[in-house]
């Protein structure tokens, strides 16, 4: 397993941008899949976006064309560039990586877009 850590959450306005980070404590380069989840408050966690080793991403269709997913196997980080942010995206984001089937979780961060 490895442990992540979210971060770059917080409050925006609607149709504001936020780039959330998720920095591992080791390499990512080996690490088939990234990705990024998100709970609203009475939600299951839902996918949001998935990128593999070789750069492959796929996106949620209720992110396509506003967020996108990328990482830095050099600096151990899977990103979340957000733009045109909807109050519906208020949620808790979260990291995932799989490797070989053995999946880890970050703590999370908060996003909180304002109408």
């Known amino acids: 397993q490895v442990q992540l850590v979210e971060s770059g959450g917080g409050l925006v306005q609607a149709g504001g941008s936020l780039r959330l980070s998720c920095v591992a404590a080791?390499?990512?380069?080996?690490?088939?899949?990234m990705a990024w989840y998100r709970q609203a408050p009475g939600n299951q966690r839902a996918l949001v976006a998935t990128?593999?080793?070789?750069?492959?991403?796929k996106y949620a269709d209720f992110v396509q064309g506003r967020f996108t997913i990328s990482r830095d196997n050099a600096e151990n980080t899977v990103y979340l560039q957000m733009y045109s942010l909807k109050p519906e995206d208020t949620a808790v984001y979260y990291c995932?990586?799989?490797?070989?089937?053995?999946?880890?979780w970050g703590q999370g961060t908060q996003v909180t877009v304002s109408s």
């Open positions: 990128i593999t080793s070789g750069g492959t991403t």
């Open positions: 995932l990586s799989n490797e070989h089937g053995s999946l880890s």
């Open positions: 080791r390499s990512i380069f080996s690490i088939a899949v």
